[in-house]
């Protein structure tokens, strides 16, 4: 399964949406800075949480390399703050319920699940530029390892 996802430095789809608080996030607001983009499906799924856990406990090494970590789903902000909560996330996690964000990116497809299909959110991992310009894609990412992986690809650029 194919996703039509955007060209390594292109610009990075612009948007606007809702964080945990509901305060707008713009993503052409954080120029300057590295972006990592996160799409993940479930807010306080098994794996979701794996993955966000792993950005909290390596947080200041994002900041070191001048880098904002924001985690995407389809949640609504109050599910979101529940998670941030229950997990004492310290990174902005952004809400996309109609998966407009993620359709611009190409990570809103059809998913395969214990025989059904159905359309959702591809687990993605998108590296931006301080120019706003898409200079990395982590199309498999591993719950587990995600962090360190993104964080070889920061050393990388």
């Not at 792993?54 to 947080?59: A, E, L, P, S």
Request: hydrophobic share 40%; proline share 4%; aromatic share 8%.
């Amino acid at each position: 399964m194919s996703l039509n996802l955007p060209a390594i430095g292109d610009n990075a789809p612009d948007f606007t949406t809702l964080n945990q608080r509901e305060e707008r996030v713009s993503l052409s607001d954080l120029r300057g800075k590295t972006v990592v983009l996160y799409f993940y499906p479930k807010a306080m799924t098994p794996g979701c949480t794996t993955q966000a856990c792993g950005i909290r406990d390596t947080q200041s090494e994002f900041e070191q390399r001048n880098a904002v970590v924001l985690g995407i789903s389809p949640d609504a902000p109050a599910r979101l703050q529940k998670f941030i909560d229950k997990q004492q996330l310290n990174f902005d996690l952004l809400s996309d319920e109609d998966h407009q964000i993620a359709e611009l990116y190409g990570v809103w497809a059809l998913k395969k699940f214990m025989g059904k299909e159905f359309m959702g959110v591809h687990r993605l991992t998108f590296i931006i530029d301080a120019d706003g310009k898409l200079a990395h894609i982590i199309e498999k990412v591993k719950t587990k390892t995600h962090h360190d992986d993104v964080l070889a690809v920061l050393d990388s650029l």
